[in-house]
């Protein structure tokens, strides 16, 4: 399953069932470039168990809002499209891997 770029408009449609890791970011955030090849690895192990969906802060602002989002980049774990945990910052895969397994 590829990652999903969502928008205020497609969020609520992208993350309502299952869980989801969302990936609030910005082209212009170095931790944010890091962690996208990450996310691309994590995607390829996950598949069928999560879903990821980025979100670039900067044109959705109203998702970003609506989560609380202050720095980037914040990852939030949905499950059918309630928030169920939330990380700040870069993580490592193993970290990523860890959060969504509390919550498959």
Known sequence: MAIVNATDQTFAAET???VVLV??????CGPCKMIAP???E???????KAKIVK???DENQETAGK???MSIPTLI???DGEAVDKVVGFQPKEAL???LAKHA
Request: a negative charge; hydrophobic letters at 55%; charged letters at 25%.
């Open 97 to 99: 891997a860890e959060l």
């Open 67 to 69: 989560f609380g989002v």
């Open 23 to 28: 990936d609030f970011w910005a082209p212009w």
């Open 38 to 40: 990450v996310l691309e």
């Open 77 to 79: 774990v949905l499950k």
């Open 16 to 18: 309502n069932e299952g």
């Open 42 to 48: 994590l995607d390829s192990e996950i598949a069928g």
């Open 55 to 57: 979100v670039d802060v």
